[in-house]
């Protein structure tokens, strides 16, 4: 889904797709060496890492874009309180 908003110029879907085709399975991640390993967590945590960046980044934009509702205004909260 973060990758369909286009908004997420890193990692591109094939860098995703070629990091999962080299570790197919579970199994295949505990034959791996010292050094093959460290290369998988490196690449997943810059996935994860930019991925959450980008997350981040719609949010804000949703924040922007949403309509503030009148019941979420400074009178709507005063009078609830007050009248409460």
Known sequence: ???ATGQCHWPSKDDVHE??????SLRHISQLSEGA???VEHQWHL????WHATLGQ??????EL????????FLHRWASWRFA
């Open 58 to 63: 719609l949010k804000v934009k949703y924040k």
């Open 1 to 3: 889904m973060i990758l």
């Open 37 to 39: 390993l460290g290369s």
């Open 19 to 24: 990091m999962l085709n080299n570790v197919p």
């Open 47 to 50: 996935i994860y890492i930019r």
């Open 66 to 73: 949403e309509v503030p509702s009148p019941k979420t205004g």
